[in-house]
């Protein structure tokens, strides 16, 4: 890959941003989450943000390197629990329902943005590095929304 060009550099920022604003509002919310099962989602999904930010990082520093192996490439089922819930603002007190329906709303969006990027990109490391990740957050929002059906559906 030669350098990558500038409105590419802007959009990849772009998206560094929107993982560390990710991270910062999961971990943000785990230390003040009420019960362990919230606190190790939270962290887990930080976690994976923290090395989506790394990708992207490494991405503009010229190290491509392949990013989807046969498990991402598999068709992830989008159970779309959280698409039709209410959002209400996250706060540290929210409770673990709330958490869960702004977490899900957060990774689908993040999933359409790099849905988008990769369809539109002209740069094929950079349409596989979107793809991979657009995957990766459909699955996190997969997690979130099993997560919702055992938890909060169970419950009512």
Do not use: W
């Not at 002209?122 to 997690?143: C, S």
């Amino acid at each position: 890959m030669g350098t990558v060009d500038n409105e590419l550099q802007r959009i990849i920022r772009t998206a560094i941003q929107r993982e560390i604003d990710a991270y910062n509002l999961y971990k943000t919310v785990a230390d003040n989450a009420e019960t362990a099962h919230a606190k190790d989602l939270l962290n887990d999904l930080a976690a994976q943000e923290l090395g989506h930010r790394n990708r992207l990082e490494g991405f503009l520093a010229g190290n491509v390197g392949k990013v989807l192996n046969k498990r991402q490439q598999q068709k992830i089922v989008d159970l779309k629990i959280t698409d039709y819930l209410v959002e209400e603002p996250l706060t540290p007190d929210a409770d673990f329902q709330t958490i869960l329906i702004v977490a899900g709303k957060r990774e689908k969006a993040s999933h359409d943005l790099y849905e988008s990027l990769a369809e539109v990109t002209e740069d094929p490391d950079a349409a596989q590095l979107f793809a991979f990740l657009a995957a990766e957050e459909l699955t996190h929002k997969r997690r979130i929304e099993t997560l919702y059906e055992q938890l909060v559906y169970k419950e009512n």
